[in-house]
């Protein structure tokens, strides 16, 4: 009877262990989760949603204005070129997400226009647009810097996010992207 004691003790105290360790890395997960941001977004088809509705997929994140013609072309063609080296099985897994910093004229339909004029325009493609606060809070957790210079100009840092299927950064280029790097971080993700 004592030796039964002594091991039930002992199998409450291991599973109330790791029963505690699983909630502190649950509970960590989450507050390093992009999907805790609870600001709402519209898509390019004027859809409201938040970022935890991306949950469950892969994220691959850029900051771009659809009037910019200096950095903005560049970093979409790095999306693209990102996009054409995952594998077909993985990119059905991933959200290819555009994010404007000029909401003001960046709207729903000046979002659709550009994604159609850029063949981006369906899955795995999703542009997304928000107030100023919460554009601002998304480009500090992103550690994107930009600034109005103009009503329709932008300076802004050129930066590539990856986020694993719980919103978790795993990946961050920035200046000149090396497409084939963030392909194989996407393509490693569970």
Avoid at 89 to 96: S, V
């Amino acid at each position: 009877m004592k030796n039964f004691l002594i091991i039930f003790v002992t199998s409450l105290l291991l599973f109330s262990c790791q029963e505690n360790k699983e909630k502190k890395t649950e509970t960590k997960s989450l507050t390093e989760s992009i999907f805790v941001l609870d600001s709402k977004w519209q898509n390019q088809e004027g859809q409201e949603l938040q970022l935890k509705d991306l949950k469950g997929k892969n994220l691959v994140v850029v900051m771009i204005f659809t009037s910019c013609t200096t950095a903005c072309p560049i970093l979409v063609a790095d999306m693209r070129a990102v996009a054409s080296k995952i594998d077909p099985k993985k990119l059905k897994e991933t959200t290819m997400l555009l994010v404007s910093i000029d909401p003001e004229n960046d709207t729903p339909e000046v979002l659709k226009a550009y994604a159609k004029q850029n063949n981006m325009y369906g899955e795995p493609w999703l542009f997304i647009r928000s107030d100023k606060e919460s554009v601002r809070e998304l480009a500090n957790v992103l550690a994107v810097k930009y600034k109005k210079i103009s009503p329709i100009v932008f300076s802004h840092s050129n930066i590539i996010s990856v986020f694993n299927k719980n919103g978790e950064m795993v990946d961050q280029q920035e200046g000149t992207v090396k497409s084939e790097e963030v392909a194989k971080t996407v393509n490693s993700l569970n």
